[in-house]
């Protein structure tokens, strides 16, 4: 199982840019807003044209257009 607030902890220590894409949940929008992530919902097209949505985790969205 991951621990995944043991993830995001050193994730937001981050001093340089960085972007993570992650599963979207409740749990993991609760980690963001917990340690001050912002993230955006975007639409994947997986394996066999699955499509479903995911986070953009990252700490300059400036360059993102949606």
């Not at 991951?2 to 993570?20: A, C, N, Q, T, Y």
């Not at 001050?36 to 360059?63: A, K, P, Q, V």
Request: charged share 30%.
């Amino acid at each position: 199982m991951v621990d995944h607030e043991r993830l995001f902890e050193p994730v937001s220590r981050i001093k340089g840019p960085f972007m993570v894409t992650y599963d979207r949940s409740e749990e993991i929008a609760q980690f963001c807003d917990i340690y001050g992530l912002e993230y955006r919902r975007i639409r994947m097209s997986g394996t066999h044209h699955i499509e479903r949505y995911e986070y953009i985790i990252c700490n300059d969205f400036g360059w993102f257009d949606i």
